[in-house]
């Protein structure tokens, strides 16, 4: 199967104080369609490092990144935005909505940032019922429960019908119940062919997924490499 999105030998150096180091280590991964992957890793190991460089938001230093085979390296940032907003649901750690739009506007909105075909307030509608959020479309951002929240900006990573979907920490900070309604409603995508890439700080999640991988100090390993009782 083809690879939806590649990270060939990627590396993400920065200073502390004037020491380089690698927050993102010769890191390589194939994820391909219909994959569900999980990254867990201690914090500060490099995963929102990584995960900005997969959405195609921060250039790695070295190595490439090709999203449907098509390298981001060297593109323009008018066609960088296009790739990502047609390609990639990105939900960033701690994304918040624009809080004087609406729930239905801050859904609705990357549909609306580049000319797509189609209902984009009629999709982003469905999306809300999905979500079980409808009757939220016209309450705004600071009305909304974290978990309700959390819901309307996975719904509005998925108007674009992306190829991949890519998320940091989706379930942080929320209640047992809503982490494993928003793990089943992300389950369920990936059922109806969603290609997932999460990162996830809570182990009892990841048996949504369809493997996991650990990143340690900037690399990632195959597996589950925490052992239990530490905290990720
Ligand atoms: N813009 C930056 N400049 C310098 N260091 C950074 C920058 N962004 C992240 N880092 C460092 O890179 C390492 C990895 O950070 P991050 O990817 O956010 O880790 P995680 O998401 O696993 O907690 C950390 O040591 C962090 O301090
Ligand atoms: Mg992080």
Redesign the pocket.
């Known amino acids: 199967m083809a690879a939806v999105l590649k990270l060939n030998d990627v590396c993400?150096e920065?200073?502390?104080g004037n020491v380089p180091?690698f927050?993102?280590n010769h890191v390589s991964l194939s994820i391909e369609a219909g994959d569900f992957l999980n990254i867990i890793?201690?914090?500060?190991?490099?995963?929102?490092?990584?995960?900005?460089i997969a959405a195609g938001m921060l250039s790695p230093t070295s190595g490439s990144v090709e999203l449907d085979g098509e390298n981001l390296a060297g593109k323009d940032d008018a066609t960088l935005s296009r790739l990502r907003n047609d390609k990639i649901g990105f939900v960033p750690?701690g994304a918040s909505a624009l809080p004087n739009l609406t729930i239905l506007e801050n859904v609705v909105l990357p549909f609306c940032l580049w000319p797509h075909g189609g209902d984009g307030e009629g999709a982003a509608r469905l999306l809300l019922e999905r979500f079980g959020i409808s009757h939220l479309a016209d309450s705004y951002p600071s009305e909304l429960s974290g978990g309700e929240l959390r819901r309307a900006l996975i719904a509005r990573a998925l108007i674009n019908r992306p190829r991949i979907v890519i998320a940091?920490e989706p379930t942080s900070d929320l209640d047992v119940e809503s982490s494993i309604n928003i793990m089943e409603a992300f389950a369920k995508l990936n059922s109806e062919g969603v290609t997932l890439l999460l990162?996830s700080h809570d182990l009892d999640m990841l048996k949504f997924g369809k493997r996991v991988c650990t990143?340690s100090d900037?690399h990632l390993m195959d597996g589950n490499h925490l052992t239990d009782g530490q905290n990720p």
């Open positions: 993400r920065y200073q502390r180091f927050a993102v890793g201690r914090s500060g190991s490099g995963k929102s490092t990584l995960l900005n750690q940091d990162v990143m900037g």
